[in-house]
């Protein structure tokens, strides 16, 4: 069987902000249908990877390939409209606009069912009049992810995606991303600061530290080494490591 | 009552466009968040182009023209193209000048659009024969009758337009996809690009039909309203208070207002005319109704702090907090002795002209660069203290330094009261608020023959222990002596302010800019400290005045007009509106300054000193978002963050997890963030 | 009869149109105690700090130290003691992160006028650098708040709510952001902090630090506290489970 391809292609990429990179010759594949969880301590570079990856943020060095097309030069409302999402962390919804209005701009030929999607976030039913602005933390979050869900992309990356959640909503959302990957071969980007949540939805991980993959390899084999992974929190990359240093496909 | 009716309803055609440009004003703002102070100068621009077409079918372009056909053109084609001269200019508006500045602080955008509107008014000015055109009539003139007032049909026709350009804006905002998406837009770029959406396609759809709108509701008033070189371009300015009644977010609160307004406008000229009307408020009382109306609705309507769900955060210019070290300072002091001690006549007269605009400026560094007040009234400030010092110096015999003082004074609680409606409103907004209040004071104090004789408000010589400290004696035009006094007040206050700026004083005032509400919460009473600002900078622009009033003699409503409080403010902002440094180049390049004296004096080219300081404002305003001295400032520390960074990483392990490394510089205009 | 508390609401009620985001919501804070606020997306937490802290018009006492609170505007509520964090951060942009924290010890005003001018007064450096450590932001005093990931932000939230006075801390949410490792050190944090006699109310949606830390917690459902109690009991309390938690918090 030929490996299905890859949906998000980054390879030796450096960005970062004022010329200075954040993150250094990464490179990560991720295939349609596949979870990747990226994960690593604050300021590792994560949001910077998936702002890179969108092209909001351009490349000082390395490539980026989205759905087969490069990214640098390319707008990122065209690479958007292609089908890639992205959630950013904390603020993706209009807060001059009520949440239906939210809904209908996020809405998108080919992309998924109104209804069904206000299905996996239950709470926003009630809201659907009221101004985002007025929203809480949470209830904004979820209206982000529905947003993003919405639009039906093949690309989705989450920047933070328990962020400000209550448990018993992120238990709910975590099948789903799961179901969306497997039935509609999304291939899906996750970051989030819970390891357990993390690895419990995601095929692989990779770990990021000051910028540089400290720790890659398979969600479920990282679920029993709990202690190298958080060895590479601390930017411990163990020469013994049964994993495989870079992050490209398994 | 008939009377009254009759007024009321002439005011309607002046109310309509008032009423299409507050709608447009709001829509633009909807559409970008701009505050488009053009808006009247595009319509202005339409408005003559169609008077032109209609006399001797002339298009005429901002450089040459063509003839279109030979003779008058017919009323149709004529209109036609006049409202299309109108979307193109404000569709160019938008690409050559907005669209660049969409990241730039506010106060950039609001420098740009006030550059925009003087320059449009001075091409009109130029381009077209104002001496003979006319507006030919437009719409029916028939005379209805209604309950005793003769009614023209016109100003039925344009009222009902006003109210049709609002409804289909605001059905445009609300239902359509493309309107509900060009406001998400004007909220978060990045966030709706990042949805697929195009912000900047969407906002020019906006830009070109409020361009139309705007435009053809002028061409259709103006044979009504009359021709005039400039009317339209200060239509804006009630326009601007008509659109804030709604807070710039309510196109219908907008139309409603304006035509109020336009009403209410005639009929007080009508009541002008009785009798029993008292003097003082024969003059004035028009123009002042705006700010009234503006106050008004904003304390029946705002809320202090801003609530959940507002945007708290506006873009606001970088600010580094000086440190005062002693080698510069000496350096600029000895550097400003020199240059009064070394020149006479006209060049000393610069020079002190731009020590005194130095601290006017200064005045702006504090209450716009450091509090995020954008202030439009420095300069009514300044006119206030000098108006005061005229009364205080001749009637009183005040004598020095008492009379500044007690000026200043004055001044200070003119700014408190001018700073009551900040505790409700912010940005680009404010600035409206203050323009309001400019022109409130120059036309009902300044410009009022009742407050102000004709002769002009003479001041007496300052003196000092028996010593003259006047500005001219004899033949020399500027005496050393004035020339020191006003050196060592403006050097004295000015390292006062920056010792301000760099103390518990500037880091207060640099919190409540970048965020009110969690200003309050860290303790800080944001009201009083609004109104310390305003008070503060009013009382520096106010010695500022007083100085200006010994320097010339003699103060006129000319001293102090609105276009010179924007001027000013255009200067600091070139200037560098957060830094000393700034507030210096401002007063080197300002009016009558080292500049111009030196245009006159040396190149002899003082009579394009007004077109060069309009070109380079507007020049500067795109390509340095930040000003001069923070473009300078920032290359500056983008080069030492990189020097000072190494290029590779820590070897890992070697960190903490959390960052380490030594700080770059932040971004220059920090992103709008949002409260949950 | 027990001691006044540090820290009570009662009967605190906000209404938002047809919005019932606080009803009636009875709860207290003694000195060194930490008290937990959990409850759903939307439950109200947020709307309490608020309106405890003078941003959301509400009915009902608020009293500190004895003190009545209610109907002050909201720098006097933190003059008296009682400080408050942002679940969006909500640091000041233009400042370095010394600068937040000095902006909350001395507040500008007349006598910073007087003093700037004339005198030559320096913000407590010691003070504001040992609130940056406690919360393991020793080496980004001298930052800007932007260059910060969000975890640290909510930090620097925290230190400048605990400079310049502080009896009473509400923190909203100061964990997300976080990641497990920095979380455990953050409630040790917290300890520390209440152990100086701080109460603090902690609202988190991080189970393991808020068992952890709290000796009560309190859960909001629709506005209305739905339970109250030591940890444990809450943990197993079938109500919160059903309107929080999902399933039983696993150890
Ligand atoms: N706007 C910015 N300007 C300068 N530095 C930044 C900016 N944003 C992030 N950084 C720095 O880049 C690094 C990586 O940040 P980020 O990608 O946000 O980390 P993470 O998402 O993993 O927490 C950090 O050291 C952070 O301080
Ligand atoms: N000004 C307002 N108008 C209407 N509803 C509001 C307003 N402010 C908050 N709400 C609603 O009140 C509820 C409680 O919000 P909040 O206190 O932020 O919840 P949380 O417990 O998640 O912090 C939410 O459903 C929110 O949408
Ligand atoms: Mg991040
Ligand atoms: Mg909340």
């Known amino acids: 069987m030929t490996p299905p391809p890859a949906a998000l292609e980054i390879s030796g990429l450096s960005a970062g902000y004022n010329g200075v990179p954040a993150v250094r010759d990464l490179s990560i594949s991720v295939a349609q249908g596949e979870v990747l969880a990226l994960l690593g301590p604050n300021g590792a570079g994560k949001t910077t990877t998936l702002l890179a990856a969108v092209g909001l943020l351009p490349a000082l060095r390395g490539s980026v390939v989205a759905l087969g097309t490069p990214l640098r030069g390319r707008r990122v409302e065209r690479t958007a409209r ?148 958080e060895a590479a929190y601390f930017g411990h990359t163990d020469p013994a490591s049964p994993f495989e240093p870079s992050g490209s496909a398994p | 009552m008939g009377e009254f009716l009759q007024f009321v309803f002439l005011g309607l055609s002046t109310g309509a466009v008032y009423a299409v440009l507050a709608s447009s004003l709001v829509g633009v703002y909807a559409a970008t968040g701009i505050v488009n102070f053009a808006q009247g100068s595009i319509a202005l621009w339409a408005v003559w182009a169609v008077a032109a077409l209609r006399a001797d079918g002339t298009l005429v372009l901002p450089v040459g023209s063509v003839g279109l056909g030979s003779g008058p053109m017919d009323r149709v084609p004529a209109v036609a193209i006049g409202v299309a001269s109108a979307v193109v200019w404000a569709l160019l508006a938008h690409l050559l000048v907005f669209r660049p500045l969409r990241r730039a602080p506010v106060l950039g955008q609001v420098v740009a659009s006030v550059g925009l509107m003087i320059f449009l008014q001075a091409l009109v000015t130029l381009r077209f024969d104002t001496t003979s055109l006319q507006a030919l009539p437009l719409l029916p003139a028939k005379v209805l009758t209604f309950a005793g007032a003769h009614v023209n049909v016109s100003d039925l026709v344009l009222a009902g337009a006003a109210v049709a350009v609002a409804a289909l804006l605001w059905a445009y905002f609300r239902f359509t996809r493309p309107g509900i998406a ?495 | 009869m027990p001691p006044d508390p540090l820290f009570a609401t009662d009967a605190l009620t906000v209404r938002y149109g047809g919005v019932l985001a606080n009803d009636r919501v009875t709860l207290t804070v003694d000195r060194g105690e930490i008290v937990g606020l959990i409850g759903p997306n939307g439950a109200g937490k947020t709307t309490l700090v608020d309106a405890v802290s003078g941003f959301a018009p509400a009915t009902g006492a608020v009293t500190l130290a004895g003190r009545r609170l209610d109907g002050a505007g909201p720098h006097r509520r933190r003059a008296a003691g009682l400080a408050r964090t942002w679940q969006a951060g909500e640091l000041f942009t233009d400042l370095t992160v010394a600068q937040n924290l000095a902006v909350a010890i001395e507040r500008p005003g007349w006598r910073t006028v007087v003093g700037d001018v004339f005198g030559r007064r320096r913000p407590d450096a010691d003070g504001i650098q040992a609130a940056l450590e406690m919360l393991g932001l020793g080496d980004a005093a001298d930052r800007r708040p932007t260059e910060l990931s969000l975890g640290q932000q909510k930090l620097v939230g925290v230190a400048r709510a605990l400079v310049g006075g502080t009896a009473m801390l509400l923190l909203d949410e100061p964990a997300a952001g976080l990641d497990t490792h920095e979380s455990g050190q953050f409630g040790a944090e917290l300890r520390r ?44 309390d079938p109500a919160v489970i059903a309107a929080y938690l999902g399933s039983a918090v696993a150890e």
């Open chain 2, 182 to 676: 060009t406001r998400a837009g004007a909220e978060d770029e990045r966030a709706a690009r990042l949805m697929g959406l195009s912000p900047d396609r969407l906002a020019a759809v906006v830009w070109a039909i409020t361009g139309g709108v705007c435009g053809l509701v002028a061409v259709l008033a103006a044979p009504t309203i009359g021709l005039d070189p400039t009317s339209y371009t200060f239509y804006v300015v009630p326009a601007l208070a008509a659109a804030l009644v709604g807070r710039l977010a309510s196109i219908g609160l907008a139309c409603a207002a304006g035509l109020l307004l336009g009403s209410f406008q005639t009929v007080i000229l009508w009541l002008g005319t009785k009798s029993w009307w008292p003097g003082w408020a024969q003059a004035g009382l028009g123009d002042a109704l705006p700010f009234v109306v503006v106050i008004v609705a904003l304390f029946l309507l705002g809320g202090r702090i801003p609530s959940r769900g507002e945007v708290t955060e506006t873009r606001l210019a970088a600010v580094t907090i000086p440190r005062l070290r002693p080698a510069p300072v000496a350096l600029v002091l000895a550097a400003a002795t020199a240059a009064t001690l070394l020149t006479s006549g006209a060049w000393r007269f610069g020079v002190v002209t731009s020590a005194i605009l130095t601290l006017l400026a200064m005045s702006l560094v504090l209450l716009t660069g450091y509090l995020g007040q954008i202030s439009l009234a420095t300069m009514a400030f300044a006119g206030t203290a000098g108006f005061a010092l005229s009364k205080l110096t001749t009637s009183a015999h005040v004598p020095f330094p008492f009379s500044i003082l007690i000026s200043a004074m004055v001044a200070t609680a003119v700014g408190v009261v001018v700073g009551i409606p900040a505790l409700r409103i912010r940005g680009a907004q404010l600035a409206v608020v203050t323009l309001a209040a400019a022109i409130a004071v120059q036309s009902f104090v300044f410009s009022n023959p009742a407050l102000t004789p004709f002769e002009g408000n003479l001041i007496r010589d300052p003196s000092l222990f028996g010593l003259s400290l006047a500005v001219r004696s004899g033949t020399d035009l500027t005496t050393a002596r004035f020339a020191l006094t006003v050196l060592v007040i403006v050097a004295l206050l000015t390292l006062a302010v920056a010792r301000l700026m760099a103390g518990a004083t500037g880091r207060g005032f640099l919190a409540v800019r970048s965020n009110e509400r969690a200003a309050a919460a860290a303790g800080i009473n944001v009201a009083a400290t609004k109104l310390l600002g305003f008070g503060l900078s009013a009382f520096l622009a106010g010695i500022g005045g007083c100085l200006i009033g010994y320097s010339r003699g003699q103060l006129s409503d000319a001293s102090f007009t609105v276009l010179a409080g924007l001027t000013l403010l255009a200067m600091a902002y070139v200037g560098g509106i957060t830094s000393v440094s700034g507030a210096i180049i401002a007063g080197l390049i300002g009016p009558l300054g080292v500049l111009y004296t030196f245009l006159t004096q040396t190149v002899e080219a003082g009579r394009y000193y007004q077109l060069i300081a309009a070109g380079g404002l507007l020049v500067t305003a795109v390509l340095n978002p930040l000003g001069l001295a923070g473009t300078t400032g920032h290359h500056a520390r983008a080069w030492l963050s990189r020097r000072r960074r190494p290029p590779e990483a820590p070897p890992p392990g070697a960190a903490a997890p959390t960052g380490t490394e030594p700080a770059g510089t932040v971004p220059t205009s920090p992103e709008p963030s949002h409260a949950a």
């Open chain 1, 82 to 229: 292609a089908g890639v999402s992205l959630v950013p962390a904390g603020r993706g919804v209009f807060h001059q606009l009520t949440v239906a209005e939210n809904l209908r701009l996020a809405r998108r030929r080919g992309g998924a069912d109104l209804d069904e999607t206000l299905g996996h976030f239950p709470p926003l039913r009630p809201l659907l009049g009221r101004r985002c602005g007025l929203l809480s933390g949470g209830e904004q979050q979820m209206l982000a992810l529905a947003k993003a869900l919405l639009a039906g992309p093949r690309v989705l990356l989450v920047d933070e995606l328990s962020l400000g959640l209550a448990p018993l909503a992120v238990r709910g959302l975590l099948p789903t991303i799961r179901a969306l990957a497997d039935e509609r071969r999304m291939a899906v980007v996750l970051v989030e600061q819970h390891l357990d949540l993390a690895l419990s939805v995601a095929d692989r991980a990779v770990v990021l530290h000051h910028g540089r993959v400290a720790l890659a390899g398979r969600a479920a084999e990282l679920r029993e080494r709990r202690d190298l992974v």
């Open chain 3, 193 to 236: 902090i209440a152990a100086t006699g701080v109460g603090v109310l902690l609202i988190d949606h991080d189970m393991t630090l808020v068992l952890d830390v709290c000796d009560r917690v309190y859960v909001l459902d629709f506005g209305k506290v739905i339970a109250s109690g030591p940890p444990a009991a809450i943990r197993d």
